[in-house]
């Protein structure tokens, strides 16, 4: 007999990942997100939030925070070779369901099914919601470029230091982004003197790089 499409919780779920429960409330969105990340990360799934419905006195009503894999990818960026990546939003209808009630987000909707397989618990740490560079660690990967380090060194250096990859809390690629998010920032702030002594960084590291300044 073939196993049904329909993951079943039960047989994914882990010890440490508490099953929302209809009624439950948070003070805040921030508490309640952080309430639903915590059990997505427990049992092995991307969320996202969803959409907001509102009074009409703008107040918020309810929201909701959905599997990362809900709803279909739009039929012209299917063909648009820009977005031609692999398809991951499958019409997933795992959700949670929060209503405002006096300052209050109070569970009201919550469906626990998935129409897709869940991340092994061997692989969850690479989850977008469980990576997060911590203050230390972009401090090193700072100063390892500055020092001409590549990200793929600097993390595999930081990886050996905390005993692998999977207890470092993200992945090579969140190196890559760390330093150019740096990076755009240096350049909205127009800046120009650390954008100069960036350049001038990259001319210690390779002498062949040419910076050419005008007053």
Same mark, same amino acid.
Not at 85 to 92: F, H, K, L, N
């Given at each position: 007999m073939e196993r049904s499409s329909i993951v079943v919780l039960k047989e994914s779920i882990q010890l440490n990942s508490q099953i929302p429960e209809i009624g439950k409330t948070f003070t805040s969105f921030d508490e309640a997100y952080n309430y639903y990340k915590h059990y997505a990360?427990?049992?092995? +799934?991307?969320?996202?939030?969803?959409?907001?419905?509102?009074?009409? @006195?703008?107040?918020?009503?309810?929201?909701?925070?959905?599997?990362?894999?809900?709803? +279909?990818?739009?039929e012209n960026l299917k063909n648009d070779v820009r977005y031609r990546?692999? /398809?991951?939003?499958?019409?997933?209808n795992a959700r949670v369901g929060f209503t405002v009630e006096d300052d209050q987000w109070i569970i009201s909707d919550f469906i626990p099914e998935h129409n897709h397989e869940l991340v092994q618990e061997d692989q969850r740490y690479m989850l977008r919601i469980s990576r997060e560079i911590s203050d230390a660690h972009a401090f090193?990967? @700072?100063?390892? @470029? /500055?020092?001409?380090?590549?990200?793929?060194d600097a993390y595999s250096y930081m990886a050996k230091e905390v005993g692998g990859e999977q207890y470092?809390? +993200?992945l090579p690629k969140d190196c890559s982004n760390f330093l150019q998010y740096k990076r755009n920032n240096i350049l909205e702030a127009g800046d120009a003197q650390l954008l100069i002594d960036y350049f001038k960084a990259l001319q210690v590291g390779d002498p062949s790089f040419f910076l050419f300044c005008t007053s």
């Open positions: 990360q427990g049992v092995g +799934f991307n969320i996202r939030k969803g959409n907001i419905r509102r009074l009409k @006195d703008g107040t918020i009503r309810k929201r909701y925070i959905f599997c990362s894999r809900e709803g +279909f990818r739009e990546r692999r /398809e991951t939003r499958v019409g997933c090193t990967i @700072d100063k390892m @470029d /500055e020092a001409g380090i590549r990200p793929v470092l809390g +993200f």
